[in-house]
């Protein structure tokens, strides 16, 4: 009982520091502060005006920090795996066609070899050291579509019976 006693007069007389007189200077001095602010401390801060929102119109680019996709639209890169053909040994200025034959329905191109060799060719085959794609055998030509570059554009060219040389597509 004697500390229990001890205690609450400990407390009593700890707590008693919590009076009102301090807090009575305190609120002297917050009045005195809102006296010397002036008339602005008072005044209602004006909204800013309205920003139209920007228009981000790159949102559905493709990210330049992700790669590139390689094997999207018809001039895809042949995979490197593979075992390349004979006619993508030698840039396509130096191969020429010297015909072309019906078989079953599909055509077939008949290319000569800058050694003089000939090797047939067929729709979908890889030509060029520039991995061109054979797209379509006509009677006349062989048209091949050439990979672009990231700064170029896929590029037609042809291979035609009556030309030495390739020559642009229209």
Do not use: N
Not at 147 to 156: A, C, D
């Amino acid at each position: 009982m004697r500390v229990g006693l001890a205690v609450v007069s400990v407390l009593t007389v700890g707590l008693s520091g919590c009076g009102e007189p301090e807090l009575d200077q305190l609120d002297a001095t917050l009045a005195a502060l809102r006296e010397k602010a002036g008339p602005y401390a008072s005044e209602a801060v004006e909204p800013l005006p309205a920003v139209a929102t920007p228009v981000y119109r790159y949102a559905k680019a493709p990210s330049p920090f992700q790669p590139a996709d390689m094997t999207a639209g018809p001039t895809e890169i042949p995979d490197p795996a593979r075992t390349p053909e004979p006619l993508e040994d030698f840039p396509l200025a130096e191969l020429r066609l010297v015909g072309t034959l019906a078989m079953g329905g599909q055509r077939v191109a008949l290319i000569e070899m800058p050694d003089g060799q000939v090797v047939s060719a067929h729709e979908g085959g890889y030509i060029g050291s520039e991995k061109g794609r054979i797209e379509e055998i006509t009677a006349q030509a062989v048209h091949i579509t050439q990979p672009g570059s990231v700064t170029e554009e896929t590029q037609r060219v042809s291979l035609s019976l009556d030309a030495p040389r390739r020559t642009p597509s229209m």
